[in-house]
């Protein structure tokens, strides 16, 4: 399943959005429950609603600082 969640799970209070992803609490704890055709809507308006949030998370992502060590020769795990 389709996901554009990047483990940044903090949501912006003035927005509403996830600093990570985009979403709304209410959309995250549901993206299971929603069709492909409601995910795909839904990730559609995720850069818009990504480039009205306050400010950008305030730590590396896990994905981030994994693929940063991969690069670097650390390997990660």
């Not at 996830?18 to 993206?31: H, K, L, V």
Request: hydrophobic content about 35%; charged content about 35%; glycine content about 12%.
């Amino acid at each position: 399943m389709k996901s554009p969640c990047i483990l940044v799970c903090s949501i912006d209070m003035a927005t509403g959005y996830c600093f990570g992803c985009g979403r709304t609490r209410d959309e995250i704890a549901g993206w299971m429950d929603y069709s492909d055709a409601e995910r795909e809507a839904i990730m559609a308006g995720l850069p818009d609603r990504l480039a009205r949030v306050a400010r950008p998370p305030r730590r590396e992502t896990r994905r981030r600082r994994l693929a940063r060590e991969r690069a670097a020769g650390g390997g990660g795990r």
